[in-house]
């Protein structure tokens, strides 16, 4: 609502920018085609002093108009980096958990829900990496992975981080084959990427993962519950 608030008051700007500019340059053809009115601007005072007001207003409304782009663009740019701090996880900067929320509210029906799939995978060996060989580490290892997952997430759908340890995959158009090649992908890219071998030791990396004919889930919320409770059954 507020992102179409903003489109529509900027194109108003822009309209408003283009006829101040139009009537500028009318103004100017006028005078410079008309040689007796000219001629009257240094005669008449009414039309002279009409004439500047004329001329200050059309300046004084290019300025404003220079203001509120300005404004525009410092408050299109802090709205964005606001999105940024709200949807993206700050470490890895993948989505957080609030992007799966506003994922919920566009998928929230069993129609949109119909063959989509969620993976929850998990650092399985995090623990021991923090207790070895320091948290800094561990956090290399977090952001290595991300970084893989985001580009691999792109291929196939919409990743993020859910918070710790845990990362999820929302995969529409899904069935096992996909899923299959999905978390292949992952492996492959942490045995032959260079920069897992900037770790002491390789990642393991668990999957758990549900489909909605599986799960039957009715909801968007409902289908990523089912997976954590799968995932808690082992």
């Given at each position: 609502m507020h992102q179409?608030?903003?489109?529509?008051?900027?194109?108003?700007?822009?309209?408003?920018?283009?006829?101040?500019?139009?009537?500028?340059?009318?103004?100017?053809?006028?005078?410079?085609?008309?040689?007796?009115?000219?001629?009257?601007?240094?005669?008449?005072?009414?039309?002279?002093?009409?004439?500047?007001?004329?001329?200050?207003?059309?300046?004084?409304?290019?300025?404003?108009?220079?203001?509120?782009?300005?404004?525009?663009?410092?408050?299109?740019?802090?709205?964005?980096?606001?999105?940024?701090?709200?949807?993206?996880?700050?470490?890895?900067?993948?989505?957080?958990?609030?992007?799966?929320?506003?994922?919920?509210?566009?998928q929230n029906n069993q129609l949109l829900l119909h063959n989509t799939s969620c993976i929850l995978m998990k650092i399985s060996n995090l623990g021991s990496i923090n207790d070895e060989y320091g948290q800094e580490t561990g956090d290399q290892a977090i952001q290595y992975f991300s970084s893989t997952l985001e580009e691999i997430g792109d291929r196939f759908g919409f990743v993020g981080r859910n918070g710790g340890n845990e990362f999820?995959?929302?995969?529409?158009?899904?069935?096992?084959?996909?899923?299959?090649?999905?978390?292949?992908?992952?492996?492959?890219?942490?045995?032959?990427?260079?920069?897992?071998?900037?770790?002491p030791v390789p990642l393991e990396i668990s999957y758990t993962w549900a489909t909605q004919l599986e799960s039957q889930a009715k909801k968007f919320s409902e289908l990523i519950t089912y997976t954590y409770k799968k995932s808690q059954r082992g």
């Open positions: 179409n608030i903003m489109k529509h008051y900027k194109v108003i700007k822009w309209v408003q920018l283009c006829l101040t500019i139009a009537s500028a340059v009318l103004v100017f053809i006028i005078l410079y085609a008309n040689e007796e009115l000219r001629k009257s601007l240094y005669t008449n005072k009414s039309l002279f002093i009409i004439s500047c007001f004329i001329w200050a207003l059309l300046l004084f409304s290019f300025l404003g108009l220079v203001y509120d782009f300005t404004k525009m663009s410092y408050f299109i740019k802090e709205e964005h980096e606001l999105n940024k701090t709200a949807y993206l996880d700050k470490k890895t900067g993948l989505p957080n958990r609030n992007s799966f929320d506003a994922v919920y509210h566009q999820l995959a929302i995969i529409d158009d899904c069935d096992d084959d996909k899923i299959t090649l999905f978390i292949d992908t992952i492996k492959e890219e942490l045995n032959t990427n260079a920069i897992f071998r900037l770790l």
